[in-house]
C-alpha cells in the first residue's frame, strides 16, 4: 500500500461523522457502566494469560525492531507475532458455524455470505474439512498487516512513527472486539469482510488528494463491494458510495464528483459478478440461506424502542467491547476538540465508521449476546482507525503524564476487554466444541473451579432436558438427534440427568456443572434437547409422562 499521505481535510463529513460518534458514545456509556455485568461473567481464565504472555512477545519484538527497519516489515512481523495469539486460543463455536462447516463439507455456498462460504468450501476441498479451522487466524493476520498500513498511510508527510505511538496502536488493535473473531476454530463469514473493509479505508483516505481520485474512489468501492459480499451485514456500508462522492463535490466539482460515483457502482457491480462467476465455475451448490430479524421478525430496531434504556445500554455494551479505547479517545477529544479534529482526514473512514456506529444503534440482533458478536463487532475496523488517530494527539504532543495515564488506559481497556472475552475463549491445549441444531443452543458462559456455567438457548417456554452425553473422543455429529421420548431419555441414553426444566420468556436457562470424567478418563460430553413447545397442549401435559418430540439438539465437549 503506497504510503502517500493526504493532505490535511477539514470537511463539513469529517466534522459531523467524528462527532456524531463521539456524541452517541458519550451518551451511550452511562447505560454501559451500570450495567457491565451483563456482557459476559468477568472470569480472567487461562485464555487471559495466555493472552498477556504473547502480548509480551509482541511488545518485545516491536523493542527489538531497529529504526532503520521499513514499517511495512515492522508491521508484518507484529501481524505474524498476534497471528500467534489467535493460533493459541480456541474460540467456542457461536451461531451458525456447525451449519457452515455442514456446508462446507457438502460444497454448499449462500448468497448472503457467498464469498467467504466459497473460500470454505474451497479449501475444504482441497485440504479437507479440517483445514478451514485455520482460516480465523489467517484472517486475523492479513487484517492487522492492512489496519498498520492503512493506519501508517494516514500520518501527515513527515510525521514520526515513534514507537510509543505505534504501541498505542496495537494497544487499541489488540483491544478491540473483533480479536474474538480471529481466533482459532472460529468459523464464521463477518471476519473475511474485515481486510476489504480495511483496503477501502486506504483507498478512500487518499480521495480526493491523489494524482488519480476517480481511480482510487473506484478502487475503495470495489475493496466495499469484496467486504459485501464476505458477508451480507456489510452491504448496509454501500450507502457510503454516494455519500462521499456528494460529499466531495465542492473540491471535486459535480461533473468529477459524478463520474466517480458512476465508477465506485459500476466496480462494486463488477466485484459481484466476477465472484458470483467464480463460484458458478467452481461448480459449487448455492442455496438461499436465512436472514433473521428480532424477536418481531424486524432487522431494525422500532423507531420508539431506540431511546429505550435497554437499547442504550446494548449499543454502549457493544461499543465498549468492540473498541474500547473510544472512551479514550472521547476523553482526548474533550480536551482539546480542534487540534484532535485537524488530526483526522480522509472522509471516507469516518463515513465508514459512523455508518459502523449506526449499523448498532439500528440493527435489531437477533440471537443477542453472545451468539451475534461477529456481527457486532467485525465492521467497528473504521472506527477503531478513527479512535487511534484521534489518540495520536494525545500521544505525540501530551506532557508526559497524561501520555503515561492514556498508555495505562489502554492497557487497563485492553485486559478489560479479554477478560469479559475469556469465556468465550479457551486455551488451545483444552479445546472445548460446540454443536447445535437450528433452534437449540448450548453455550458454556463461565468457569468456576471445577465447574462451568452453561446456558440453554431455545423456543420461548420449551421443555428442555441436559444430561451427560458420551465420551467426548467418540462423539461425533448429532448422535441423539431426531425424535425421542423425554421420559425415556435417561433411560435410552442410560447417562445421569444434569438438568430438567422449561426455558423461561426469553427462552433461556442456566445450568451449573462440573464436568466428569468415566472409568477409561475420558471427559464426558455434555448434552441438551430442546422439544418443540405445543401451544395447544396444557402446559402440565408438557412436563408430565408423556410423549414428547424432540426437534432440536445441542452439545458441548471437553476434548481433554
Not at 202 to 230: D, E, K, Q, V
Not at 314 to 327: Q, R, S, T
Not at 400 to 414: E, H, K, N, Q
Request: aromatic share 8%.
Amino acid at each position: 500500500m503506497s504510503p502517500t499521505p493526504p493532505q490535511p481535510s477539514r470537511s463539513w463529513l469529517t466534522a459531523v461523522c467524528v462527532l456524531s460518534i463521539l456524541a452517541v458514545g458519550l451518551a451511550t456509556a452511562p447505560f454501559a457502566l451500570l450495567h457491565a455485568g451483563r456482557l459476559v461473567v468477568l472470569t480472567p481464565g487461562p485464555p487471559l494469560r495466555v493472552w498477556a504472555a504473547l502480548l509480551g512477545a509482541a511488545l518485545l519484538a516491536l523493542l527489538l525492531t531497529r529504526r532503520g527497519v521499513g514499517e511495512r516489515w515492522r508491521n508484518l512481523l507484529l501481524s505474524l507475532a498476534l497471528g500467534g495469539l489467535w493460533v493459541s486460543c480456541r474460540a467456542m463455536p457461536l451461531g451458525d458455524a456447525y451449519l457452515w462447516r455442514r456446508h462446507a463439507g457438502d460444497g454448499v455456498v449462500t448468497w448472503s455470505e457467498m464469498g467467504s462460504s466459497a473460500l470454505y468450501a474451497l479449501v475444504a476441498r482441497l485440504l479437507g474439512p479440517g483445514a478451514i479451522e485455520w482460516l480465523s487466524p489467517l484472517a486475523g493476520i492479513v487484517a492487522t498487516w492492512c489496519w498498520l498500513q492503512v493506519l501508517a498511510s494516514l500520518r501527515r508527510a513527515g510525521e514520526p512513527a515513534t514507537r510509543i505511538t505505534v504501541l498505542g496502536d496495537l494497544l487499541v488493535w489488540m483491544g478491540s472486539g473483533v480479536m474474538v473473531t480471529f481466533c482459532f476454530g472460529y468459523v464464521e463469514h463477518t471476519q473475511w469482510g474485515v481486510a476489504p473493509l480495511l483496503l477501502a479505508c486506504g483507498s478512500w483516505s487518499r480521495y480526493p488528494h491523489a494524482a488519480l481520485p476517480g481511480r482510487a474512489f473506484a478502487i475503495g468501492a470495489s475493496w466495499l463491494g469484496l467486504a459485501a459480499m464476505m458477508h451480507a451485514q456489510y452491504v448496509g456500508l454501500l450507502v457510503a458510495i454516494p455519500l462521499l462522492a456528494l460529499a466531495n463535490v465542492p473540491r471535486r466539482g459535480l461533473r468529477a464528483a459524478l463520474l466517480d460515483l458512476v465508477s465506485g457502482v459500476i466496480a462494486v457491480l463488477a466485484v459481484a459478478a466476477g465472484v458470483f462467476g467464480l463460484v458458478w465455475l467452481s461448480g459449487l451448490r448455492i442455496v438461499s440461506g436465512h436472514v433473521h430479524g428480532g424477536a418481531d421478525g424486524q432487522l431494525l430496531m422500532p423507531f420508539g424502542a431506540l431511546l429505550g434504556a435497554e437499547h442504550l445500554t446494548l449499543v454502549g455494551l457493544v461499543l465498549l467491547f468492540a473498541v474500547p479505547a473510544l472512551a479514550a479517545a472521547c476523553l482526548v477529544v474533550l480536551f482539546s476538540l480542534r487540534t484532535a479534529l485537524a488530526g483526522v482526514r480522509g472522509g471516507g473512514i469516518e463515513l465508514l465508521a459512523a455508518g459502523y456506529v449506526a449499523f448498532v444503534v439500528l440493527m435489531q440482533f437477533d440471537l443477542g449476546w453472545p451468539q451475534d458478536v461477529d456481527l457486532m463487532v467485525t465492521m467497528s475496523a473504521p472506527l477503531s482507525l478513527l479512535v487511534a488517530r484521534l489518540l495520536h494527539h494525545g500521544l505525540d504532543r501530551a506532557h508526559r503524564p497524561i501520555r503515561s495515564a492514556l498508555l495505562l488506559g489502554l492497557f487497563a481497556l485492553l485486559f478489560s476487554t479479554w477478560s469479559i472475552a475469556g469465556p468465550l475463549l479457551r486455551p488451545i491445549d483444552a479445546p472445548v466444541a460446540q454443536q447445535n441444531q437450528p433452534g437449540a443452543t448450548l453455550l458454556l458462559t463461565g468457569r468456576d473451579g471445577d465447574q462451568v456455567t452453561l446456558e440453554v438457548r431455545g423456543p420461548a417456554g420449551a421443555p428442555f432436558v441436559v444430561f451427560e452425553g458420551p465420551p467426548s473422543p467418540g462423539y461425533s455429529g448429532f448422535a441423539y438427534s431426531g425424535r425421542i421420548d423425554l421420559r425415556l431419555a435417561d433411560k435410552l441414553l442410560d447417562t445421569p440427568k444434569v438438568a430438567a426444566g422449561t426455558l423461561d420468556a426469553q427462552g433461556i436457562a442456566t445450568v451449573r456443572y462440573a464436568p466428569r470424567r468415566d472409568a477409561g478418563g475420558a471427559l464426558l460430553a455434555v448434552q441438551a434437547m430442546v422439544s418443540q413447545p405445543v401451544a395447544s397442549q396444557p402446559r402440565a401435559s408438557q412436563t408430565s409422562p408423556g410423549p414428547v418430540s424432540v426437534r432440536f439438539s445441542a452439545a458441548v465437549t471437553f476434548d481433554r
